[in-house]
């Protein structure tokens, strides 16, 4: 049921803007390559495991090859080449990676009846990591079936972060008995700029846990417990993003992640991460997320903690409509686009949970196939925990009036401590208490016509059309860099990670981008 009374033209001018705007950097993705994506590809064919300093094999094996060859061939003809001069199979990667680091193996970029030997053995032992992931999938879906989902929308999301993951574990399951229904481990601060994925359990980290593989799967089988003793699936999130983000999604993937932050941006924004670098690497992340069946959360709220929520609001639904448009460009559906919006708006302002709805509805009506990740106030929280709870009492009534699919939980201890299991608790039982007492509200909350609500909806979305024509004029690298979103300038050619990227060669070979875009 239409409640803003959108214009349909604006609607779809909009979203055209949004695809003219977001085709050249799709081009741009198409024609490059990084490290990431290449050890994305080595991971999938079965390299694992770290030297005693620990690296990953797979960063050591690749670094030998762009040594000696270069990046923009890829990695997979030199290595499979290599491994059959060596007289090894794939199942011998992560040997052919040590013999790599150890300075006995040569490199080189094959040709002719070589290339085409290597090219079959790469995409076969590729494929059977992709075959792994569509195990994967089709096991989720099973689990679904067999314990159910939870029968209420939208679904109740609840951070957890120690840094321990023994420690994460409990508190997880803890919090999935208190009503939680998607359980997220936070990375740890400072993860995201780290060019290799870390290897095995984590017991240390800041602000959040390392997310590794063995992490994943920890977490993993801890929520499958879970979900037999509640009889309802229980979803884990983690992160596909900054400067490994192929490698994330390619280990959710294999250790049936259910939900990732993925964002377009986020990484350029508040990272400083190349921009070429990003949207090269969040082009084949998300194609990995749809084939694994996993749901993207987009990190447009993170604008709104450094701009204006009011002033700004319109650079949110542009980001909103780019995201989509990457993101169908890559092969997700509708349902899993988690597209990213927040509770922001000072509560000082006079009229500001209207303006809270209108943003909220506007997001709802732009994108209603979509579940939508509502995020609740940060900025605003003062450290008073009574005004803090109020606070997210009025944010999750605002998701529940207007319909959103995945609500984070609010802290009243945001911003000032990591929350301990009775602020969780609490949060908790704001959440059911709203939740519960509101039932249906969003079917009867119908904004005045041509009042508040509608006009201020209408008014962003044609801020957020305006901009659009601009970046199209401009485009859209030239937008991130002068500022447009988040008030963060970010140039393509500065920024962490541009020395792992590559033009492709003509012979450039990635045998999983092969597989994945063939699907």
């Known amino acids: 049921m239409a409640k803003l009374d959108l214009d349909p033209a604006l609607v779809a001018r909009a979203r055209e803007l949004a695809r003219r705007a977001g085709q050249p950097v799709v081009d741009l993705a198409r024609s490059h390559t990084t490290v ?29 090859v762009v040594d000696e060859v270069g990046l923009e061939h890829g990695v997979a003809l030199p290595v499979f080449a290599a491994l059959q001069q060596e007289g090894l199979t794939p199942a011998d990667l992560t040997l052919l990676a040590q013999k790599a680091a150890a300075g006995s193996v040569r490199f080189g970029a094959p040709r002719g009846k070589e290339a085409t030997a290597a090219r079959k053995l790469a995409t076969r032992a590729t494929t059977a990591g992709i075959r792994t992931i569509d195990r994967r999938r089709a096991e989720r879906d099973r689990l679904v079936k067999r314990f159910g989902d939870p029968e209420q929308r939208p679904w109740i999301y609840l951070i957890v972060a120690t840094g321990d993951i023994y420690e994460d574990i409990p508190q997880a399951q803890a919090a999935a008995r208190a009503g939680a229904d998607v359980i997220a481990v936070i990375r740890s601060t400072g993860q995201s700029l780290l060019d290799y994925v870390p290897e095995g359990p984590t017991r ?24 037999r003793e509640l009889k309802r699936y229980v979803r884990l999130t ?16 294999l250790e049936r992640l259910d939900m990732m932050l993925n964002d377009s941006m986020y990484g350029i924004l508040f990272r400083d991460i190349n921009p070429i670098r990003t949207f090269v690497d969040q082009r084949f992340s998300r194609q990995v997320h749809a084939r694994a069946g996993i749901i993207i959360n987009t990190g447009e709220d993170n604008y709104l903690t450094t701009a204006d929520a009011v002033d700004e609001a319109h650079t949110v639904t542009v980001s909103q409509l780019l995201n989509e448009f990457f993101a169908h460009e890559a092969g997700l559906a509708d349902w899993q686009l988690g597209l990213g919006h927040a509770f922001e708006i000072n509560p000082d302002v006079p009229e500001s949970f209207r303006l809270e709805l209108a ?69 908790l ?9 509101a039932g249906g ?12 609500i509608q006009q201020r909806a209408n008014r962003v979305l044609a801020e957020a059309v305006t901009l659009l024509e601009k970046i199209e004029g401009d485009t859209l690298l030239k937008a991130i860099a002068d500022g447009t979103f988040g008030i963060m300038k970010r140039p393509a050619d500065r920024g962490k990670g541009l020395a792992g990227v590559a033009k492709h060669a003509d012979d450039y070979f990635n045998p999983a981008t092969a597989l994945l875009e063939a699907s």
């Open 36 to 64: 990431s994506v290449e050890r994305a590809v080595l991971r999938l064919a079965g390299v694992s495991g770290a030297d005693p300093d620990g690296i990953p094999w797979v960063n050591r094996l690749v670094d030998a």
């Open 204 to 227: 240390e980290g800041f602000a959040g846990t390392y997310a590794t593989q063995e992490n994943f799967r920890l977490m993993r089988a801890a929520l499958d417990e879970s979900s």
């Open 238 to 253: 983690n992160y596909a993003s900054g400067l490994c983000m192929p490698e994330m999604a390619t280990l959710a993937g």
């Open 359 to 427: 943003h909220a509805l506007l997001a709802r009506e732009l994108f209603p196939d979509a579940p939508l990740k509502w995020m609740p106030p940060t900025k605003h929280m003062t450290g008073d925990v009574f005004r803090g709870n109020l606070l997210d009492g009025f944010f999750n009534l605002a998701g529940t009036m207007t319909g959103q699919g995945i609500l984070l939980v609010g802290m009243m201890t945001e911003a000032v401590v990591t929350p301990w299991l009775s602020d969780r608790d609490i949060a």
């Open 429 to 437: 039982q704001n959440v059911r208490y709203v939740l519960g007492a």
């Open 441 to 452: 509200l969003h079917e009867d909350f119908v904004p005045a016509p041509g009042g508040f």
